[in-house]
């Protein structure tokens, strides 16, 4: 496809960069010569067409079946929009008067359009409004549209099925506070025979008001009634209240450099996201390989992989992974539900969503297994030993989760990428920006001093600080978009999982638990070939009742004091729970899953269709940290 020069179609111009590129791969370009119908009165309206070069006569039949001449449009000009707002038959023919170059959109895409770009909406009401004012038959380009008419979309709008949840509203919420005062009042009836059983076998009130909070707060996630970070923020406010713990204890979480470290990369994430910084990359990377549908797939996933340290935000990639595979799927003539497209959205998921657990700064999560680690630990932790650690199990993951997709859902039959629409949409975002600069230079240089970090001794809390306060500086992100973009709800939680990780940690109950647990785990703990693989199908169990942030709490602080004993480096532990809480057998279980599922709009795949990878992955992990185990050896993190 040549470029599109979009300042000169009316329609589109108002679309930013990144709307633009994201449309070239949904307009297809066509030919027509001199003389050729291109619609007929009558026909369904299938399109929407936009004159590039040459010129279209707009007639149309009247009652007598008289052909008569209406109007006549070039460049820049669209035809066809009528028919697909009002869902009626063409009330017009159009021919082309000389040779000439159209971009067709489909159905579909014009709605995509409309519900996305409210600039476009605009426009075409205003075009509508003149032509009915330069015609008063009400014709589609002058054509007689007087049996027609325009939906009412304020009565459409009131009939959308969201308006029934808004009218169902009151009775749905009066359920739900019913369920979340019986939940509440059947924990706390839990919680006080839990805490008189846990006091009559000799713990102390610290301790048994720890673990009985921990215990309700398990229950709590698992039953879902309340929001998780409602849950999460009583933890460490009870046990103040309970006279167990000190406040600037409780809350150390949000005065520690983890917190810190995570408000830094979450600002680097949301300026390259408001950028199109994360577009472009995958543009250039895609690009790279051979067309065909296996390199691409393999891009695909790759890019995700090499793109990780730079966006750091496993649900923000996902995110914006969706419309690209949406894309991809489009120039590969994909339809949605078939093997190719199954297989591209989940090569995106693999790339962009499963990979995280590689890099210290591949999302929030990572930094929250880190900050309940014990504190010797946390501070031997850096950017690159991280990633020394994690490279065999993370390749090992990504190689065999990829030839699983490609074993269930290769298409018979292959198709090449279209290289010029990537070009096209290269064009579209036209010149980096200052923006993009900004944010790509700041992304480089932090994770230089990341990976340094060992030679001038900076702590990454305060790397990822110092980028947040020059994306900030120079314009990048502004006040709104530090409100906005930045997910405070999770900083939030974090702070309080830490700051009660800690507690427990400090407090001597880990180490309680752990002489109570040691017994149990003598038999599994014997061959580290056995006990990880173990430790991952346990959490991978228990992430079918609990959240994400929670299954890695229970996790650590259940496990880990046993890692000494079992002569296995408490990391090796943390880096087992990351690669195995992200399962998505049912979808509530992996929120990266379900941001890929929302952004691709369901349009791509079903849940049913993925499900039998979701089995599969259960397998691609184990088999992942049982080839670990070796290069664990080998650098003396498992005796």
């Known amino acids: 496809m040549q470029n599109i020069d979009f300042d000169n179609i009316p329609l589109l111009k108002n679309l930013n960069r990144l709307e633009r590129a994201g449309l070239v791969p949904r307009l297809v370009r066509e030919e027509r010569s001199i003389g050729e119908i291109i619609v007929n009165q009558g026909d369904r309206g299938e399109a929407l067409y936009i004159v590039l070069a040459g010129t279209v006569g707009v007639s149309r039949f ?3 079946r008289e052909k008569q001449a209406v109007a006549t449009l070039g460049p820049g000009e669209c035809f066809g929009e009528m028919s697909l707002l009002a869902g009626l038959p063409r009330s017009a023919s159009v021919e082309a008067k000389t040779a000439v170059s159209l971009l067709r959109l489909s159905r579909n895409n014009f709605e995509k359009l409309l519900q996305s770009n409210p600039t476009v909406s605009y426009h075409l009401a205003t075009l509508l409004a003149r032509r009915f004012g330069e015609d008063p038959t009400g014709s589609e380009n002058g054509a007689d549209t007087s049996k027609n008419h325009i939906p009412d979309l304020t009565i459409e709008a009131a009939h959308h099925p969201g308006s029934l949840i808004s009218k169902g509203g009151v009775a749905i919420r009066g359920l739900f506070a019913n369920s979340a005062v019986i939940s509440l009042l059947g924990t706390l009836l839990i919680c006080a025979f839990s805490y008189t059983l846990l006091s009559h076998q000799g713990l102390s009130k610290a301790h048994a008001v720890l673990t009985t909070l921990l215990f309700g707060a398990t229950i709590l996630w698992s039953l879902d009634v309340f929001s998780y970070h409602v849950v999460t923020i009583a933890l460490p406010l009870i046990a103040v209240l309970f006279g167990v713990a000190a406040p600037e204890k409780a809350f150390s979480g949000f005065s520690s450099p983890s917190w810190f470290l995570v408000l830094g990369v979450f600002a680097i994430t949301a300026a390259i996201s408001r950028t199109g910084l994360m577009y472009r990359l995958v543009l250039l990377i895609v690009r790279r390989f051979p067309p065909h549908y296996g390199m691409q797939t393999f891009a695909l996933a790759l890019s995700g ?5 730079v966006i750091p935000s496993s649900n923000g990639r996902a995110a914006l992974a969706g419309p690209l595979a949406a894309t991809i799927c489009e120039t590969l003539r994909f339809r949605k539900g078939s093997r190719g497209a199954i297989g591209i959205s989940l090569s995106c998921l693999l790339g962009f969503g499963h990979m995280s657990f590689m890099f210290m700064n591949g999302t929030a999560t990572c930094f929250l297994a880190l900050g309940l680690l014990p504190p010797d630990v946390i501070s031997r932790v850096t950017w690159t030993s991280w ?10 993951y990504f190689l065999i989760s990829f030839v699983m997709i490609m074993f269930l859902y290769r298409p018979k039959l292959e198709r090449q990428n279209r290289a010029q629409v990537i070009t096209a949409q290269l064009k579209a975002l036209g010149p980096m920006t200052r923006q993009e600069k900004v944010s790509l230079v700041t992304v480089v240089v932090s994770l230089v001093a990341f990976a340094s970090q060992s030679l001038h001794q ?4 305060w790397i990822a600080m110092l980028s947040f306060l020059i994306l900030f500086a120079s314009g990048v992100l502004n006040e709104k978009s530090v409100r906005t973009d930045i997910d405070w709800n999770f900083l939030i939680s974090f702070g309080a999982l830490v700051g009660f990780g800690a507690l427990i ?4 109950l ?11 785990l003598l038999g599994a703990s014997g061959s580290p070939f056995f006990f990880l693989p173990v430790v991952s199908l346990a959490t991978q169990l228990i992430r079918f009742a609990l959240p994400l942030p929670a299954a890695l709490l229970v996790g650590i602080l259940s496990i880990v004091p046993l890692s000494s004993t079992i002569g296995i480096h408490p990391f090796v532990i943390a880096l087992v729970l990351l690669v195995s809480v992200n399962p998505w057998i049912v979808p509530y279980q992996n929120s990266i ?6 952004s691709t709009e369901g349009k791509l795949f079903t849940h049913k269709q993925a499900r039998p990878l979701a089995y599969m992955q259960a397998g691609a992990v184990l088999l992942a940290i049982i080839s670990a185990i070796p290069w664990w050896r080998f650098i003396g993190m498992i005796r």
Do not use: F, H, Q
């Open 62 to 64: 009247d009652s007598c």
């Open 305 to 309: 992989l090499l793109l990780t340290p």
């Open 387 to 396: 990633l020394v650690s994690s490279l065999p199990l993370a390749l090992a």
């Open 458 to 461: 900076i702590n990454g809390a």
């Open 505 to 508: 940690s400090t407090s001597g």
């Open 510 to 520: 880990t180490d309680v638990a752990a002489a109570k647990i040691r017994p149990w």
């Open 593 to 598: 899953y379900l941001n890929m599922l929302e």
